[in-house]
């Protein structure tokens, strides 16, 4: 989203400036025009990049950290167009505050949590997410069998796929930890990982309850012949 605010700011600027030009009033423009940051650099045209704080030590961008950090961003997307197809305004706000600690927890893994200013290790975050699922579940009819994602809820299947990721995420970012070379874990390494594994809980109980909410049925699972 801030990519596309600023490549609607750059292109609002050029327009406005090329009219400035034409009235002879540019200069205002041009030097506000001239302060707006780019959205592409070149620095990673050779297939590499780097880490917050490490600027001098390029890694290449099949480097498992960079793995794990596009994929918190694929789960943060996936959840916007969850968000962009649900109907009930609460459950839209609490996925709007999931996508903040993405970011927090992407700062965190992209400064290799080597820095005191990203941290992720508020437990709270994981009870919050347990709170939710228990109480959806109540209102859920009991679970007795396997179910298959998808249904005539849109925003049920896009929650589905959301969980996929989570799971993956998970996974990705369990291997990154296992090949730090830190003696000891720090305890927001371990918050990371429960996080995404409630998570993925969550998204489970959340895509039954909005195709609950909507009216649906889960669509149980029979073993094919």
């Known amino acids: 989203v801030n990519d596309q605010n600023k490549t609607l700011d750059n ?3 050029s327009c406005t400036e090329e009219a400035t ?9 041009s030097s506000k025009s001239s ?3 780019k959205i592409y650099t070149r620095t990673g045209d050779q297939g590499t990049s780097t880490l917050l704080g490490s600027s001098a ?9 960079f793995d794990v950090l596009g994929t918190i961003d694929e789960l943060s997307s996936t959840i916007g167009i969850v968000r962009s197809t649900c109907s009930f305004p609460l459950i839209i706000k609490e996925l709007e505050t999931i996508q903040h600690c993405f970011f927090e927890m992407g700062s965190c893994v992209a400064a290799n949590n080597r820095s005191p200013r990203f941290v992720f290790n508020d437990a709270t975050l994981i009870t919050n997410l347990e709170e939710q699922i228990d109480k959806m579940t109540e209102e859920l009819p009991e679970l007795r069998h396997f179910i298959l994602p998808g249904g005539p809820s849109q925003t049920a299947s896009y929650l589905h796929l959301a969980r996929a990721v989570c799971r993956r995420c998970e ?10 070379i830190e003696d ?3 305890q927001q390494d371990t ?19 909005v195709a609950y909410k909507e009216g ?4 149980i699972y029979h073993k094919s012949k």
Do not use: C
């Open 184 to 186: 000891e874990q720090p």
């Open 11 to 13: 292109t609002t600027a």
């Open 216 to 219: 649906h049925e889960d669509i």
């Open 171 to 180: 996974r990705l970012l369990t291997k990154w930890l296992n090949e730090q």
């Open 35 to 37: 302060r707006l940051p």
């Open 57 to 65: 030590n390029h890694l290449s961008k099949d480097s498992l950290v």
């Open 21 to 29: 030009v034409q009235s002879n009033t540019n200069t205002s423009t």
């Open 191 to 209: 918050i990371m990982g429960i996080y995404l594994n409630r998570l993925s809980d969550y998204l489970f109980t959340l895509a039954r309850y």
